[in-house]
């Protein structure tokens, strides 16, 4: 992949220029389709765009005693770790990627969560400590089903390209690893019932507290960037190759979508679960997909 | 310059986030102010969040005749809310102290301690009343056009609620 | 798995919102804020005496008297209206304006006192029956 393709995918498809109003659609699809569920009639079409502007123009504190240079640098270094996990995505596959990308993709899409952690120790506030404790010890408890699954996946096609894991046929033992990572994606997009770092009015939200105006726009895109990414590696991996390419497109943007719902359904229909709970869950029940997927792609590859 | 402050006007009345302050109330207004959010009234209709910080909301909701352990605590949220901003006070209570006027615990209405923007008069107001009230702050937010660079700046203390409250 | 069941019926059932700026139908019972009739108004001072929250203020010089009321400071509890018993006050039965400067909604009346009406001759008493006769 040389260079062009690279900022061509990091900056335009499916990089920034498209990804930015499809995080903006996809938080907006989020808090509609639980309003709905809630009988609500929830926010107009837009919202996320125009709270972003109205965030754009509010001031930005004077906070002494905290380095101002660091805090300012984590959201920024957030969007564009989450820019970069998108931009990998294998939307439009034979179009460039490299050996290894999945791995990558991967440690991108941990970065904002990691921002997320130093932001809120950096910004000298006890409910930001708080926060990004409970943020951290999320991260140990779904990432240890998150990457054996993705390791799963990329074990069972003997390779690490997502060009390739993406234009192979699907066996279901890829599935089962997809499944898996779908299990994981409400811990990472921070929705019920993993919602806990940035809960609201238990600990001031969190990590987020002393964050304000611009800065505090970056974290909801780069949140929105997180359900793009985290969504469009599940979808991509999701659709088996066709001979079309539009119909390929179609399929992933249709299985997205779908994937956006079913979690939004899930947050609707549950409460926010305390942290010890969440690591039991994970490393007590969910565990069973994972290790099941990796040991089967594991004997698969002995056999073969 | 003058597209951008139109936009960012318009997006400041359709995005009011609100932080809901308690001066020392009977927690009639707060109740009213938690079913504004319910799906009846549904105040995220008008594109309202409740924020869990003060530094994530444009408005601030006080109820409550203000306690005199209380008026320290809402001028440092004040000082806290990041501008441009408004104050909404809610029920009769902040504008006047309301039944409590004899009161040796209390240090008088709202608008002695921080510039109040819009009264919801009420006791407590119906939630749909604290929405127009809300509307109605959101507007002057929007009317006001005040740019980042003149807003109000905040002060340097980086305490939280619950430590200023102490 | 019922909370699925209740979503789903949440969904087919709508919206229940009221759109804004529509609001609910407020009953004919409903306290809002005192009327004042001056007409009916003899300066009793019998709601500023009820009143729980000082709304109700009532200054007299001589002839004249000035009744005044803050709805800013006024609880809604309806002791005035009760307690009037000429009837000149009452409550709106609407729901009361937002307002944005304080003390606003602010009214106040100044009237004349009103001379009593003449009394008529008192009916004459009936005659003291010593017999105890009940009629």
Redesign the interface.
């Known amino acids: 992949m040389n260079l062009l393709t690279a900022l061509a995918r990091f900056l335009v498809f499916p990089g920034l220029l498209f990804a930015i109003p499809a995080a903006w659609f996809v938080l907006w699809l989020e808090r509609k389709s639980v309003a709905?569920?809630?009988?609500?009639?929830g926010p107009p079409f837009g919202q996320p765009f125009f709270d972003f502007v109205k965030l754009m123009g509010k001031s930005t504190p004077q906070r002494p005693g905290v380095n101002g240079i660091m805090m300012r640098a984590w959201p920024l270094i957030a969007v564009s770790a989450s820019a970069g996990a998108v931009g990998l995505l294998p939307v439009l596959p034979l179009h460039g990627g490299f050996q290894g990308d999945l791995i990558l993709l991967l440690a991108l899409m941990e970065i904002p969560a990691i921002c997320m952690i130093v932001a809120g120790f950096s910004s000298r506030s006890l409910f930001g400590e708080i926060g990004s404790a409970r943020e951290a010890t999320l991260l140990v408890s779904y990432n240890l089903v998150f990457l054996l699954a993705a390791v799963s996946i990329a074990v069972s096609q003997h390779s690490f390209r997502l060009e390739s894991l993406a234009g192979a046929p699907a066996t279901w033992w890829r599935y089962l690893g997809l499944i898996a990572i779908l299990i994981c994606l409400p811990a990472k997009l921070h929705v019920n019932p993993f919602s806990l770092p940035n809960a609201e009015q238990e600990i001031y939200s969190g990590p987020m507290v002393e964050y304000a105006g611009f800065e505090l726009a970056l974290w909801q895109l780069s949140h929105g960037l997180e359900w793009i990414a985290g969504v469009g590696l599940v979808a991509t991996l999701a659709i088996p190759p066709s001979s079309h390419v539009w119909l390929d497109i179609a399929g992933v943007l249709g299985l997205g979508l779908i994937l956006v719902l079913v979690i939004s359904?899930i947050a609707?229909?549950?409460a926010r679960i305390a942290i010890d709970t969440t690591v039991r869950f994970y490393w007590q029940c969910t565990i069973a997909f994972a290790v099941v997927a990796i040991s089967a792609t594991l004997l698969m590859r002995l056999r073969s | 310059m003058k597209l951008w402050t139109r936009l960012l006007c318009a997006c400041r009345r359709r995005s009011p986030w609100i932080f809901h302050m308690n001066s020392g109330s009977c927690n009639g207004c707060d109740i009213e102010l938690i079913a504004s959010l319910t799906?009846?009234?549904?105040a995220e209709?008008?594109g309202v969040l409740l924020q869990g910080s003060p530094r994530h909301a444009d408005i601030l909701c006080v109820t409550g005749p203000v306690t005199h352990t209380a008026a320290p605590a809402i001028q440092t949220v004040y000082q806290q809310v990041c501008g441009p901003k408004a104050v909404v006070a809610i029920g009769?209570c902040p504008?006047?102290?309301?039944?409590f006027?004899d009161s040796r615990v209390l240090v008088g209405?709202l608008?002695k301690h921080i510039p109040?923007?819009?009264?919801?008069?009420?006791?407590p107001?119906?939630p749909?009343?604290i929405?127009?009230?809300i509307?109605?702050a959101a507007n002057?937010l929007a009317e006001r056009r005040d740019s980042a660079a003149s807003a109000e700046s905040t002060a340097s203390s980086a305490t939280t609620p619950e430590e200023a409250a102490l | 798995m019922k909370?699925?069941g209740l979503?789903w019926k949440?969904?087919r059932?709508?919206?229940?919102?009221?759109?804004?700026?529509?609001?609910?139908p407020m009953t004919s019972n409903y306290r809002g804020l005192v009327q004042f009739d001056p007409a009916r108004c003899t300066g009793c001072a019998m709601c500023r005496f009820r009143c729980?929250?000082?709304a109700i203020t009532f200054t007299a010089a001589g002839k004249q008297f000035t009744w005044a009321y803050?709805?800013?400071?006024?609880?809604?509890c309806g002791r005035c209206v009760d307690g009037c018993k000429d009837h000149a006050l009452s409550q709106d039965s609407n729901?009361?304006?937002?307002?944005?400067s304080?003390g606003s909604?602010r009214t106040s009346y100044t009237l004349q006192r009103k001379t009593p009406p003449p009394k008529t001759q008192p009916a004459p008493a009936p005659a003291n029956n010593p017999s105890g006769e009940t009629l």
């Open positions: 709905l569920l809630q009988q609500r009639i359904i609707a229909a549950t | 799906p009846r009234y549904d209709q008008l009769s504008a006047s102290t309301n039944v006027i209405p608008d109040v923007d819009v009264f919801v008069p009420g006791c107001p119906r749909d009343a929405v127009r009230g509307a109605a002057i | 909370i699925l979503l949440n969904l059932s709508g919206v229940a919102t009221l759109r804004f700026p529509a609001a609910p729980t929250a000082r803050n709805p800013g400071q006024c609880t809604f729901c009361p304006p937002i307002y944005v304080a909604l």
